[in-house]
């Protein structure tokens, strides 16, 4: 599998299983999911670099 799209399936994928689980605790503020949801893809984002930068792949 592409390294692109594996990041991208992970990102999405954590990003909505944390999305479900804020959602249903925090079921009257989606905006905190909202940002629950920003700051995963944005870890993934920065562990992507890190890992480039380093030579890493999958």
């Known amino acids: 599998m592409?390294?692109?799209i594996a990041r991208i399936l992970i990102?999405?994928?954590v990003g909505a299983v944390i999305?479900?689980?804020?959602?249903e605790a925090l079921a009257?503020?989606?905006?905190?999911v909202l940002v629950v949801a920003?700051?995963?893809g944005a870890a993934?984002?920065?562990?992507y670099r890190?890992?480039?930068r380093k030579g890493w792949s999958l």
């Open 19 to 23: 999305g479900i689980k804020a959602g």
């Open 11 to 13: 990102r999405y994928g």
């Open 50 to 52: 890190v890992a480039k």
């Open 28 to 32: 009257g503020n989606p905006d905190v």
């Open 44 to 47: 993934t984002e920065y562990a």
């Open 2 to 4: 592409n390294g692109a």
């Open 38 to 40: 920003a700051v995963v």
